[in-house]
C-alpha cells in the first residue's frame, strides 16, 4: 500500500571521513525517500552522512529541508544545495521543529548529537508525545550496542517490555523504509505507556 506524501526525519552524523558504507546508505536512503515522493527533513548539515542523505534526496528530484540552529549557519555548517533552511534560536527549537515537521523518524548512524537525538525520539515516544515510527538504520551493526542497552534496561526493570517496540533496527535503506510504511500503513498497537 503506498502511503501518502509525508516528511521523514533523518538524524545522522555530520562527521567527515567515514566508512563509505555509511554513506553509501545515507545516500541510497535519500533516494529512496525521494522516490516515494516524501520530503527528507534533517539537520541541515554540509558534511557527512546529513549531506549524503540530502544529495541522495536532491539527486533524485526529491525535497531535502534542512533544521539548523542561527549559530550553525553562521559559522557556516548548513549545506546551500537544501530546498529549503529553516533556522530555528537553539538546538532545543531544532529538534522540536524536526519533531512537529514529521510522521516519522530514521537514525542513521552517528556521535553524541545522533544518538542524542534518538534517545529523546525514543522517550517522546514513550509518553506518547510524539507517536511516530522510528527506525535505526543498523549499518554495519552500528546500533547493536545501543539495541543491547535497551533490552538491558527493559530485562532490568527500567523500561516495561512492550517498550522493545519503540525504535525498530533496520539493515539496510530498504527495509528502514518498509517499516515506516508497514507502522504507518496498519497503525499498531499504541505502545503502553512509561507510567
Known amino acids: 500500500m503506498a502511503i501518502e506524501r509525508i516528511n521523514i526525519c533523518v538524524f545522522g552524523a555530520s562527521s567527515r571521513d ?6 553509501d ?17 534533517n539537520g541541515a548539515g554540509c558534511e557527512g552522512l546529513m549531506r549524503a542523505v540530502s544529495d541522495g534526496a536532491l ?3 526529491g525535497e531535502a529541508i534542512g533544521v539548523i540552529p542561527q549559530f550553525m549557519v553562521d559559522n557556516g555548517w548548513h549545506y546551500n544545495r537544501l ?12 529538534k522540536l521543529t524536526l519533531a512537529q515537521s514529521t510522521q516519522a523518524v530514521i537514525a542513521l548512524p552517528g556521535g553524541c548529537g545522533t544518538l542524542e537525538e534518538l534517545l529523546e ?3 517522546w515516544r514513550q509518553l506518547n508525545l510524539a507517536p511516530k515510527p522510528i527506525v535505526a538504520l543498523n549499518t554495519l551493526g552500528y546500533y547493536n550496542p545501543l539495541a543491547r542497552m535497551l ?12 517498550h522493545h517496540r519503540l525504535v525498530q533496527l533496520a539493515s ?22 512509561k507510567y
Open 18 to 23: 567515514l566508512e563509505q558504507r555509511y554513506v
Open 25 to 41: 546508505d545515507a545516500y541510497h536512503l535519500g533516494t529512496l525517500i525521494a522516490q516515494r515522493g516524501w520530503a527528507c527533513y
Open 59 to 61: 539527486d533524485a528530484g
Open 83 to 94: 530546498t529549503r533552511i529553516i533556522t530555528t534560536s537553539d538546538m532545543h527549537q531544532r
Open 121 to 123: 525520539a525514543i522517550t
Open 151 to 162: 533490552t538491558t534496561a527493559i530485562e532490568q526493570g527500567f523500561m516495561r517490555k512492550s
Open 172 to 193: 539496510t535503506p530498504e527495509q528502514a523504509i518498509a517499516i515506516i510504511e508497514n507502522e504507518l500503513a496498519n497503525a499498531p498497537e499504541p505502545i503502553e505507556s
